[in-house]
Nanobody, 116 residues
Framework: QVQLVDSGGGLVQPGGSLRLSCAASGSRFTFAVMGWYRQAPGKQRDLVATITGGGTTNYADSVKGRFTISRDNAKNMVYLQMNSLKPEDTAVYLC??????????WGQGTQVTVSS
């Protein structure tokens, strides 16, 4: 059974930084695309960033230059370093894993609040 556990969210002032972590278990993730999505209240779930097993990354335009996604294949971990945070980054951030078979799984989410 695939399980994803998100962590690292919290309250931060505008301009601050946070690092999110996602621990994956229950399968081999080498060939899976891992990523982060976010969902603000009353809004749809949006892509933040993804990373392939080979390290190819993709970012939403709104976070390019501020967020960095990385993964540790040996530890089955994916990270999201978020710098220069803005109030509009406030959302629940969810870890996602998508296998080549198109099966996908979600973490429980971690709240990020950017406010002074």
């Amino acid at each position: 059974q695939v399980q994803l556990v998100d962590s690292g969210g919290g309250l931060v002032q505008p301009g601050g930084s946070l690092r999110l972590s996602c621990a994956a278990s229950g399968s081999r993730f080498t060939f899976a695309v891992m990523g982060w999505y976010r969902q603000a209240p009353g809004k749809q779930r949006d892509l933040v960033a993804t990373i392939t097993g080979g390290g190819t990354t993709n970012y939403a335009d709104s976070v390019k230059g501020r967020f960095t996604i990385s993964r540790d294949n040996a530890k089955n971990m994916v990270y999201l370093q978020m710098n220069s945070l803005k109030p509009e980054d406030t959302a629940v951030y969810l870890c996602n894993v998508r296998f080549p078979s198109s099966r996908e799984y979600w973490g429980q989410g971690t709240q990020v609040t950017v406010s002074s």
